[in-house]
T-cell receptor
Framework: GQNIDQPTEMTATEGAIVQINCTYQ??????LFWYQQHAGEAPTFLSY????GLEEKGRFSSFLSRSKGYSYLLLKELQMKDSASYLC????????????FGKGTKLSVIP | EPEVTQTPSHQVTQMGQEVILRCVPI?????FYWYRQILGQKVEFLVS????????KSEIFDDQFSVERPDGSNFTLKIRSTKLEDSAMYFC?????????????FGPGTRLTVT
C-alpha cells in the first residue's frame, strides 16, 4: 500500500524559516515532489528529489533520505504569500508515474 | 509560458446526469492525468493516459468514468451517471514524454457540484 504522512497544520512568523516534514511508505519509489496549493487553486510544482540530499531553489529547499523514507521542505525568509497548503507526493515509478499525495500541510504565516 | 487549461471552471449537475469535463494539456506533452480533490481532503489519482490509451487507473475510476482524447488537443473525463459523492474539484495534469521532466503541470480545475 501507499502511505504518506505530513503534519496537518503549521504556523510560522513572517521572515522566519519553517521546515515541513514528510514520511512515506510506498510499494515503489521514483521520486518525491513538493507542490504548493493555495485555497481553491491547482497545485503548483515546487521541487523534485529522486536522489538523497538537498535540492535548493531560491527560498525553497527540499531534502530526501530514501533509506529513511523521509523528506522535508524548507522555506526561508517567509512571506505572507507563502500561506498555503504544501503537498508531499510520491511517484511510485509504476506505469505512467502517477502521483500519490499526502493530505497536505496547511501553513499559516503570521506577521 | 504554456499551461494546462480546463473548462468549465464550475459545473453544477443533478444526480444521475452525465457530465463531461474538458482539458487542453500542454501541446508537446504526452502523458495526461485526471485527479480529484474532495473538499478538505487530499488530491487523489483517477487515471493516466498515454499513447491514446489508459495506462493506469485507480479504484475510484470505475465503470461510471471514461476518458477520451477526441482530437489532437482535448482530453476529456466523462462521468456517466453522477452521484452526490462525485462532488469535488477535478484537476487535469500533463507531463512531457518518457525522456522529459517528471514534473506534472496541473490545470486550474473544474469544481463539480452534484445536487
Amino acid at each position: 500500500g501507499q502511505n504518506i504522512d505530513q503534519p496537518t497544520e503549521m504556523t510560522a512568523t513572517e521572515g522566519a524559516i519553517v521546515q515541513i516534514n514528510c514520511t512515506y511508505q510506498t510499494s515503489g519509489f521514483n521520486g518525491l515532489f513538493w507542490y504548493q496549493q493555495h485555497a481553491g487553486e491547482a497545485p503548483t510544482f515546487l521541487s523534485y528529489n529522486v536522489l538523497d540530499g538537498l535540492e535548493e531553489k531560491g527560498r525553497f529547499s527540499s531534502f530526501l533520505s530514501r533509506s529513511k523514507g523521509y523528506s522535508y521542505l524548507l522555506l526561508k525568509e517567509l512571506q505572507m504569500k507563502d500561506s498555503a497548503s504544501y503537498l508531499c507526493a510520491v511517484n511510485s515509478g509504476a506505469g505512467s508515474y502517477q502521483l500519490t499525495f499526502g493530505k497536505g500541510t496547511k501553513l499559516s504565516v503570521i506577521p | 509560458e504554456p499551461e494546462v487549461t480546463q473548462t468549465p471552471s464550475h459545473q453544477v449537475t443533478q444526480m444521475g446526469q452525465e457530465v463531461i469535463l474538458r482539458c487542453v494539456p500542454i501541446s508537446n506533452h504526452l502523458y495526461f492525468y485526471w485527479y480529484r480533490q474532495i473538499l478538505g481532503q487530499k488530491v487523489e489519482f483517477l487515471v493516466s493516459f498515454y499513447n491514446n490509451e489508459i495506462s493506469e487507473k485507480s479504484e475510484i475510476f470505475d465503470d461510471q468514468f471514461s476518458v477520451e482524447r477526441p482530437d489532437g488537443s482535448n482530453f476529456t473525463l466523462k462521468i456517466r451517471s453522477t452521484k452526490l459523492e462525485d462532488s469535488a474539484m477535478y484537476f487535469c495534469a500533463s507531463r512531457e514524454g518518457p525522456t522529459g521532466s517528471y514534473e506534472q503541470y496541473f490545470g486550474p480545475g473544474t469544481r463539480l457540484t452534484v445536487t
